[in-house]
């Protein structure tokens, strides 16, 4: 398939962590992911009381409005800055303890208990860290890693899923050739083939 330019492209931590400190989040909607609220069937399946991932979570409002259903929501994200917005944003109590597997790592937790935000690389994740999910929300991870990186971040998400689970994936199509990204472009043929 044609990437155009973009297979080569790396996006650093750095370069996240500055979008965040500059407020240049494009990608952050305040009033939630349209197609969560249409697929959100989908994502429970007739299911309550599950465990969702929220991948390269940001301050995503998502997060809070499916805790508030009684859902139980883990996130990870690099920049402590969204981690910290996403809870003084919802007036949410939260306490905040390291991640003694992980070294530098933090977790954030809503005092209710239903929202966790691990603050540090996705790749530092694991099954044994964070257990396995019910449902995934991939609204801009798989977009937002660098093309060079898909296969390891699609091992890492089928090794965090139950067997039943419902993953709901957002890309994005465009012609590779005139924007470098992020987000890039993932055509539908790499979906499958990084996810089966």
């Known amino acids: 398939s044609d990437v155009g330019s ?3 492209r790396v996006v650093t931590e750095e370069e996240w962590l500055q979008k965040w400190e500059m407020g240049n989040i494009g990608f952050h909607k ?6 969560l609220r249409k697929y959100l069937d989908v994502l429970l399946n007739g299911r309550s009381g599950l ?3 929220f991948p390269l979570c940001g301050k995503a409002v998502e997060m809070k409005w499916l ?3 009684g859902h139980s929501v883990v996130g990870v994200e690099v920049s402590e800055q969204a981690v910290k917005e996403f809870f003084s944003e919802h007036s949410l109590p939260y306490c905040e303890e390291p991640v003694s597997e992980i ?3 933090k977790m954030f937790q809503s005092t209710s208990g239903n929202i966790s935000l691990y603050c540090c690389s ?5 099954s044994l860290i964070v257990g396995k999910f019910d449902g995934v929300w991939d609204r801009g991870a798989l977009v937002a890693v660098n093309p060079c990186d898909r296969q390891r971040y699609a091992s890492l998400m089928i090794n965090l899923v139950e067997k039943n689970s419902s993953y709901l994936l957002v890309t994005v ?4 050739n005139k924007h470098k990204g992020p987000p890039f472009y993932v055509p539908e043929s790499e979906v499958k083939s990084l996810f089966g």
Request: glycine share 8%.
């Open 67 to 69: 805790a508030d259903m």
């Open 122 to 126: 996705i790749y530092d994740l694991s």
């Open 51 to 53: 465990r969702i991932f």
């Open 6 to 8: 973009q297979k080569e």
């Open 30 to 35: 305040e009033e939630g992911h349209p197609l």
């Open 173 to 176: 199509s465009y012609d590779p």
């Open 103 to 105: 070294s530098g790592a």
